[in-house]
């Protein structure tokens, strides 16, 4: 497993081709406690993760920036300086959630456009990004939609067009809902969608946390999930 990344491992192949790939997946719950954290993930992937979707625990990181490391190839990168500590406090990984979020939206376009985009952000706070990437998304989603019309009436849109539109209009509602909601960006629930690992690589598992566990701190539960 590759523990020390936030990059999708995939190829990108034809549509009639199979693509089987693992990445790692980020969960916020409102505790300190990862052990509650381990169990609130196990609760959602009842619900959510179906036969094809093994995975593996890689590790917990707490807004006091403690690492709990349950794999024991990133236990062991950690302790010899391979992976450095400083590139997994809760920031460096609600950083690497983000950036896994802008990896799989422009998924269906070429490599190039992801690179632009995530350098671009990278210069702004953690604050800005969801309001910056709806302003972009309502562009690209009313572009798309422009085009559609005319490629339905002549047959000509490709699979390929048709899944990156799918890609901005899920990115929109479920980064609008969560705005709205006040919750933390890009961690989403099951609301405008249910979204399930093939489909958003963050989320929200407050539901999966007793009120009196909420609010004594915050967790980021790192997860590699095979889709």
Known sequence: MVAGGAIRIARRVGLNQVIKMHALYYFLTPTNDADKAVQAFYEWAETHCDENNYYELVCAVSE??????????????????????????????HRKAWRSTLYDLFFYDDEETYKKVAKEFEKEPLDKW?????????????EAYEDLLPNLITGEEKPLVSMRRWQYVIALETLLEIQRDRRTPPFAYDVPFFLTPYKWRCFDLRHYITSSEAGKGRTILVVDIHT
């Open 64 to 93: 006091e920036n403690t690492i709990r490391a349950f794999d024991k190839e990133f236990l062991k990168r950690l302790e010899d300086g391979v992976l450095k500590a400083s590139d997994w406090t809760f920031e460096s990984v």
């Open 130 to 142: 969801a309001p910056k990437l709806i302003s972009m998304l309502i562009d690209l989603v009313r």
